[in-house]
């Protein structure tokens, strides 16, 4: 019982826009559930006058039809279920949902040339993983299917070498001039580009460390080139402004007049003028009076 029902808690849903996806699951579990005939079979009433063995056929045979119409159920949203909800066969829904979201030779048609475009336009993104781009272009290859138009593998692998980015090229050149593309799987594709891109990847990261330490070991010679221009600067002035008053002591001392022969008029004394004699001033008129 548990088993039966992790199976149904997991099955698929037909929301109408994933049918392509939908169809091959479905078409998977019908064959594990031995009811893949029947949605492709009509049930044929039985006779009014069958056999025991026709009897026996016919119930099995709707027992399975029953199965498949069971799985179909369970594996649509309600939106979608009202389209089949008065079927009486699972073969009666299938049809039915076929027409639906299966969509007719034209609209395949249209369909497919929108695809065609987006594989010709299709790239690898400058910051997207190998991984990543990879299921970009199955999922689009697969889209292409579904519309009856199906790749080879070597126009697959030929297209993911020609729209790899940059970081690629010399792993591109080296598969194409050592391996034949016609004999390379895409998985092994992916595995050998993805090896490039972890080696790749962990060279950058070794370039970054010793750039960030670069950046860190410049940005502190200037701050030091600063520090010291600064202190420099300080004690220059310093210097200069010692040397200044140097001078001017020594320039002082050196304008300074030798007076030793300099007789006062005041006090007859030498040494000094009369300007700056301390002794009392005589007057004029008795200056005037001893002249006369």
Same mark, same amino acid.
């Given at each position: 019982?548990? @088993? ?8 698929? &849903?037909?929301? @109408? ?11 998977? &579990?019908? &064959? ?43 594996? *649509? ?23 639906? =979201? ?54 697959? *692998? ?57 950046? !860190? ?11 010291? $221009? ?6 220059? !002035?310093? $210097? ?6 140097? $001078? ?10 030798? !007076? ?8 007859? !004394?030498?040494?000094? =003028? ?19």
């Amino acid at each position: 019982m548990a @088993g039966k029902s992790n199976f149904h808690a997991n099955l698929p &849903i037909l929301d @109408g826009k994933n049918w392509d996806t939908w169809v091959k699951q479905m078409k998977v &579990i019908f &064959i594990v559930q031995e009811a893949d005939e029947q949605v492709n079979t009509i049930l044929d009433p039985l006779p009014a006058n069958a056999t025991e063995q026709q009897r026996t056929t016919f119930r099995e045979a709707q027992k399975k039809d029953s199965k498949a119409l069971f799985l179909i159920h369970q594996c *649509v949203d309600s939106k979608v279920f009202e389209k089949i909800a008065d079927a009486t066969t699972s073969k009666d829904a299938w049809d039915i949902l076929q027409k639906s =979201y299966g969509g007719d030779a034209k609209v395949k048609k249209v369909k497919l040339q929108a695809l065609k475009r987006q594989f010709e336009l299709l790239e690898m993104k400058n910051d997207e993983a190998v991984a990543e781009y990879f299921t970009r272009v199955e999922t689009l290859t697969n889209q292409m299917k579904n519309c009856r138009s199906t790749l080879s593998e070597e126009e697959m *692998v030929e297209k993911v070498l020609r729209t790899l980015t940059h970081k690629f090229d010399h792993i591109v050149v080296t598969i194409e001039q050592t391996r034949d593309l016609s004999e390379i799987k895409m998985e092994d594709l992916q595995s050998t580009l993805e090896a490039h891109e972890l080696k790749h990847g962990e060279r950058n990261h070794g370039k970054e460390d010793e750039q960030a330490l670069f950046v !860190k070991f410049k940005r502190y010679q200037d701050e030091k080139k600063k520090w010291q $221009s600064k202190k420099g600067s300080k004690k220059g !002035k310093e $210097s200069v402004e010692d040397k200044t008053e140097s $001078s001017k002591k020594e320039g002082g001392q050196k304008t300074k007049k030798d !007076k030793s022969t300099i007789q006062c008029y005041n006090c007859n !004394k030498y040494g000094h =003028y009369a300007s700056e004699c301390k002794a009392p001033k005589k007057k004029k008129s008795q200056n005037t009076e001893e002249e006369a």
